[in-house]
């Protein structure tokens, strides 16, 4: 009997990928698919250095050292479930089984209390860096038990990515919660690609700048407190050309699609009265960019001003207005998406570390970014910050940047160019700076057709009117 080290189901890309990072960091990796499928014949036809590859889910089980690691890299929702179902007759108490793909965290849960009755450790990984990360280095978010974690960890900080030397895993919490993290992580990166896109429409239809030009303004911004991932690849891709000469960006059909890691987060947001509206917009500009035939109706149908270059003049100070208004959407996505997730920490008894998960967010991930080392500082020193958006570190930025989103607000509405998240991001930061909101007149709505009573702030107690 073989004594292997981690067992992994799922050879896809991510799959395959992290079996050869494993391997590649000194473990021995068994590695199962449940169809024949070209990664696993190809480790028949061309071993590799400890991998080794299984047709029978009794033997890729038993060649697995005790307690034995299973990590499922197969598609979320109803494939989990079969899997989990055709394992459970080969393991022993003890045992673990954690699932690496992007499964809903309720679903999480359900399957963390059905194989803890079973003396089964079960951990929801969420994984983030795509492929390559995949091999080479990403970030993760184990939930679970604490003592499964410990069992896998050393392996989980050796395949990380590293900040600085620092593994980008850290335990995050009880049952869903990795899966959560990994899920409001997704939310984020949402807001965050359409922030950059709206900012990118902005450089070519009122700037008048080519792509080279564009290229080069996010290579440029990526030198300074904008540098992350997404800004680079940005600047990469703007550039990038096919094999006839021409760029390949203005060939790409304008239709995102998703994968419904933003819709949930929009979800849970909805259901923990927690108001993430820059990632929830994010999702819905999405979906509206799925409406092509629509869209191009419209466009013969409905009146708008006609989009014209700004002057020379004021070009570069257009093009700083957007760097801050970018800067300062990312701002307040984060500190949506960090309320969220202390909002579910709560609700859920989670206890989340938060400068642990921004930590985690630093490499290897596809959110990573420079400033997130401001949201580690400011969670290391107290894990219960009420709210990013005012904190010291952050407060002078947003207050300075706060003119330069108007501004680039206002000349998108006159030029009829459709800037639905950085709208969002205004939107709610008034909203959240307003002693005195229009929600009164709502309550006395509600009071007046349905007798939902309403608090005064004169006196004390719960009122109702007859406004008839």
Not at 289 to 306: D, F, V
Not at 311 to 321: A, G, K, N, W, Y
Not at 353 to 363: D, G, H, L, T
Not at 392 to 415: C, P
């Amino acid at each position: 009997m073989s004594n292997y080290d981690i067992g992994i189901i799922g050879m896809g890309v991510m799959g395959k990928n992290l079996a050869f990072n494993i391997a590649n960091n000194g473990y021995t990796v068994a590695v199962f698919n449940r169809s024949h499928n070209q990664a696993v014949d190809q480790l028949f036809q061309n071993p590799v250095k400890r991998l080794f590859p299984y047709l029978s889910i009794n033997k890729f089980i038993n060649s697995l050292c005790s307690p034995r690691c299973i990590l499922l890299m197969i598609q979320a929702g109803d494939p989990v479930d079969e899997m989990i179902n055709v394992l459970l007759p080969y393991l022993n108490k003890g045992d673990v089984i954690i699932d690496g793909g992007n499964s809903f965290y309720k679903d999480t849960m359900r399957r963390f209390n059905f194989l803890t009755e079973k003396s089964i450790h079960f951990i929801g990984m969420g994984i983030s860096g795509g492929e390559d990360g995949a091999l080479h280095g990403p970030a993760i978010m184990p939930g679970g038990s604490i003592e499964a974690y410990d069992i896998i960890k050393s392996i989980l900080k050796k395949i990380a990515a590293k900040y600085h030397q620092e593994p980008c895993v850290k335990y995050i919490g009880p049952n869903g919660s990795g899966h959560y993290v990994k899920m409001v992580h997704n939310g984020i990166e949402y807001s965050d690609m359409q922030l950059i896109s709206e900012s990118y429409m902005l450089l070519k239809y009122v700037s008048g700048m080519n792509n080279i030009e564009i290229s080069n303004v996010f290579k440029s911004w990526n030198q300074g407190e904008l540098r992350s991932y997404l800004i680079e690849i940005t600047g990469n891709i703007l550039c990038k050309k096919d094999s006839d000469g021409q760029f390949i960006i203005d060939f790409i059909l304008d239709s995102a699609s998703s994968k419904g890691t933003g819709a949930w987060t929009a979800q849970s947001s909805l259901e923990l009265h927690s108001p993430t509206s820059m990632i929830t917009e994010s999702v819905f500009s999405r979906y509206l960019s799925e409406c092509k035939a629509n869209r191009m109706i419209a466009s013969t149908l409905l009146l708008g001003p006609r989009v014209s270059k700004i002057s020379d003049s004021l070009r570069e100070e257009f093009i700083e207005d957007i760097r801050k208004a970018l800067f300062l959407g990312k701002i307040i996505s984060y500190a949506q998406g960090f309320s969220l997730m202390k909002k579910a920490s709560e609700n859920y008894s989670w206890n989340l570390n938060f400068a642990n998960i921004a930590k985690i967010f630093r490499s290897g991930c596809i959110i990573r970014a420079d400033f997130l080392n401001y949201i580690v500082s400011e969670y290391s020193a107290n894990n219960n910050l009420l709210d990013l958006l005012f904190t010291e570190s952050l407060k002078d930025i947003i207050n300075a940047y706060q003119s330069s989103l108007r501004n680039i607000i206002v000349i998108a509405i006159n030029q009829g160019i459709s800037v639905p998240v950085f709208f969002s991001a205004l939107s709610y930061y008034d909203a959240y700076r307003t002693i005195n909101s229009s929600s009164n007149l709502i309550q006395a709505q509600r009071d007046y057709f349905g007798s939902h009573t309403y608090q005064r702030t004169d006196k004390s107690g719960v009122f109702h009117t007859n406004w008839l």
